[in-house]
């Protein structure tokens, strides 16, 4: 589902700033409450078995029920207030591939054709995947770190932040087994080594 603003702010400064205060405003003056842990997730009880989520990114948002009639009505409410496009069941969100089960009921998020795209992008396509936690013999310390500017000149063309950045996303998202792997080797960002 994409929202459409009746006026134009993309470009302005403040767009987003606003466009989430408006979205906002509408939202909790329907009934919904905004989640303490991600203020990008609103979530609204209808009764004693229906929930009712919503995950907003930008103009992007995700509802999820049990109710198709809860669904419906939120989609009917919001329509009234701004202009928009259902575009149908979500398959797609930020990258990561929704995959349902609705025999068990189970949602699943997958980010393997992000992750492709990471390892193309970082000539990665060829890497050996090892176990996780990091192997044994993998030892990252401070001293691996270039410490002549000649050094440091030679390893300024890998994009080293970019690409613990890329990982770090999934980290976020899908791929909790790689947090420790990421922190290790976030401590060298500003002065990378080849070893790192």
Known sequence: ??????????????????????????????????????????????????????????????????????????????????????IGKARRILGMKIIRNRISRVLTLKQSSYLEKVFSKFSMTDAKPTSVPIAGHFKFSAEQCPKTEEGKEDIINVLYSSAVGSIMYTMICTKLDVAYEISLLSRFMSNPGREH
């Open 1 to 86: 589902m994409v929202c459409l603003l009746k006026k134009s702010l993309y470009g302005l400064k403040q767009s987003p700033k606003q466009w989430y205060k408006r979205f906002d405003s509408f939202i909790t003056s329907v009934g919904f409450e905004i989640s303490q842990y991600d203020s990008c997730l609103y979530h609204k009880r209808s009764g004693d078995k229906c929930a009712l989520y919503l995950f907003l990114y930008v103009d992007d948002m995700l509802l999820i029920s049990d109710s198709a009639e809860e669904i419906k009505s939120l989609k009917l409410k919001l329509s009234s207030e701004f202009d928009m496009k259902d």
